[in-house]
C-alpha cells in the first residue's frame, strides 16, 4: 500500500532562517507530487505540484521554493523565513490526478 | 475569488441524526469532487469523491450528492457518530481532461460538533 512520510511534525524557526522540509512517497511510482498551506482559519492553498522528476510549477507567488531529487521525494525551502510563512505545510500525492493523499503536515511556527 | 465556498464555519448535530455539510463553487471547468475529513495537526483525509458525470455517490455512512446546474454539492452523514466531530472541506479538481495534474482548490471549511 502507498504511505507518505512528511517530517518534522512541528517546527520553530526565527524570522531570516532557511527552511526545508522533506516529503517521500512510498508504494507508487511516478505520482504527481504537492505542497499545500494551511494558514490560520482558511482553507488549503496548493502552493506548488510536480508532475515529474526536476519539474516544479508554482501557483501562488511567496518566499518559498519546491525541488523534486528524485520520484518520489518532495521538498520545500526557504533561504529566509518571513513572519507570513507560519502555517502548517502539507505534502500531497496522487496518480493519475485523481483522489489526494496527504501527508500529516507540518506545523510551521515563525517568531 | 474564492472559488469553492463553504458557507457554514460550523454545524452542530446530536448523535444518530443526520449531518448535511454544504459546498458551492463558481467554475465551471471543474469536474471532480471531494470530500476530506481532517482532526487539528493532522492531514486531510480522504472520505468521497464524485464526478461530474454523476449526480450521487455513496459509500456507507457517507453520500455526496452533486447538482451541476447549481454548482452545489452535499455531504450527508448518516447516521451521524461523536467520532465525526472534525473539520470537512470540500475540493474540486478540474481533471475531466487530465491536463489540471490533480490540483485542487478547497473551501474553507466546517467545523462539525457531533452531540452524544
Known amino acids: 500500500s502507498q504511505t507518505i512520510h512528511q517530517w518534522p511534525a512541528t517546527l520553530v524557526q526565527p524570522v531570516g532562517s532557511p527552511l526545508s522540509l522533506e516529503c517521500t512517497v512510498e508504494?507508487?511510482?511516478?505520482?504527481?507530487l504537492y505542497w499545500y498551506r494551511q494558514a490560520a482559519g482558511r482553507g488549503l492553498q496548493l502552493l506548488f505540484y510536480?508532475?515529474?522528476?526536476?519539474?516544479i510549477s508554482s501557483e501562488v507567488p511567496q518566499n518559498l521554493s519546491a525541488s523534486r531529487p528524485q520520484d518520489r521525494q518532495f521538498i520545500l525551502s526557504s533561504k529566509k523565513l518571513l513572519l507570513s510563512d507560519s502555517g502548517f505545510y502539507l505534502c500531497?500525492?496522487?496518480?493519475?490526478?485523481?483522489?489526494?493523499?496527504f501527508g500529516q503536515g507540518t506545523r510551521l511556527t515563525v517568531v | 475569488d474564492q472559488q469553492v465556498k463553504q458557507n457554514s464555519p460550523s454545524l452542530s448535530v446530536q448523535e444518530g441524526r443526520i449531518s448535511i455539510l454544504n459546498c458551492d463553487y463558481t467554475n465551471s471547468m471543474f469536474d471532480y469532487f471531494l470530500w476530506y475529513k481532517k482532526y487539528p495537526a493532522e492531514g486531510p483525509t480522504f472520505l468521497i469523491s464524485i464526478s461530474s458525470i454523476k449526480d450521487k455517490n455513496e459509500d456507507g455512512r457517507f453520500t455526496v450528492f452533486l447538482n451541476k446546474s447549481a454548482k452545489h454539492l452535499s455531504l450527508h452523514i448518516v447516521p451521524s457518530q461523536p467520532g465525526d466531530s472534525a473539520v470537512y472541506f470540500c475540493a474540486a479538481s478540474g481533471d475531466g481532461g487530465g491536463t489540471s495534474y490533480g490540483k485542487l482548490t478547497f473551501g474553507q471549511g466546517t467545523i462539525l460538533t457531533v452531540h452524544p
Open positions: 500531497a500525492w496522487s496518480v493519475l490526478s485523481l483522489k489526494t493523499f
Open positions: 508504494g507508487t511510482s511516478n505520482p504527481n
Open positions: 510536480s508532475v515529474g522528476i526536476g519539474q
